[in-house]
T-cell receptor, first 114, second 113 residues
Framework: EADIYQTPRYLVIGTGKKITLECSQT?????MYWYQQDPGMELHLIHY???????EKGDLSSESTVSRIRTEHFPLTLESARPSHTSQYLC?????????????FGNGTRLTVT | GENVEQHPSTLSVQEGDSAVIKCTYS??????FPWYKQELGKGPQLIID?????GEKKDQRIAVTLNKTAKHFSLHITETQPEDSAVYFC????????????FGDGTTLTVKP
């Protein structure tokens, strides 16, 4: 069973506010990811990290930023939320050593910007 | 880059029937193919995976088949139950840890009691 936690589960916030979505994992995985999931359920990679102090932009352009100061923690920040940021955000991690393994996902944060 | 196509986008079956979801991929170097199940209000969870040196893998009522020549792989669920209702995603990636996964667009499976 995956040990990856996202908070909050739901967030409703007004336009222009700064928000941080939290993601933590206790599996010691070096690789972590943020996906945005739209209402059609497609998964879009917006950020990933291969380890501490490593962050890369994903395939889908996003106005959010991420940081990786500790192995277990990969927060996502929106400096000024807009209604277009309304979506489900999923955090995931994967092992680094050995053969490629699966992604372990958290249960997501559903963000609504009014 | 890799492109993964998944069909059908929605699938409705009667309880007890079989369900099949198919995916094709474009990158011949891809050799790791996981399937995820996403239930309402949860993140996707791995249900089965297959590597390119294997043609078929089974785990109780679910199985995955891989045809590397044709670059397609399929998920088979037998004796479906209402609790199998969920969104299913296929994915493809290279068998190294430097690569990213490419996901299909998902299949919403509904099992009618």
């Amino acid at each position: 069973e995956a040990d990856i936690y996202q908070t909050p589960r739901y967030l409703v916030i007004g336009t222009g506010k700064k928000i941080t979505l939290e993601c933590s994992q206790t599996m010691g995985h070096d690789k972590m990811y943020w996906y945005q999931q739209d209402p059609g359920m497609e998964l879009h990679l917006i950020h990933y990290s291969y380890g501490v102090n490593s962050t890369e932009k994903g395939d889908l352009s996003s106005e959010s930023t991420v940081s990786r100061i500790r192995t277990e923690h990969f927060p996502l920040t929106l400096e000024s939320a807009r209604p277009s940021h309304t979506s489900q955000y999923l955090c995931a991690s994967s092992e680094t050593t050995g053969l490629r393994g699966p992604l372990h996902f958290g249960n997501g944060t559903r963000l609504t910007v009014t | 880059g890799e492109n993964v196509e998944q069909h059908p986008s929605t699938l409705s079956v009667q309880e007890g029937d079989s369900a099949v979801i198919k995916c094709t991929y474009s990158d011949s170097a891809s050799n790791y193919f996981p399937w995820y199940k996403q239930e309402l209000g949860k993140g996707p969870q791995l249900i089965i995976d297959i590597r390119s040196n294997v043609g078929e893998k089974k785990d109780q009522r679910i199985a995955v088949t891989l045809n590397k020549t044709a670059k397609h792989f399929s998920l088979h669920i037998t004796e479906t139950q209402p609790e199998d209702s969920a969104v299913y995603f296929c994915a493809a990636s290279r068998n190294t840890n430097a690569g990213k996964s490419t996901f299909g667009d998902g299949t919403t499976l509904t099992v009618k009691p």
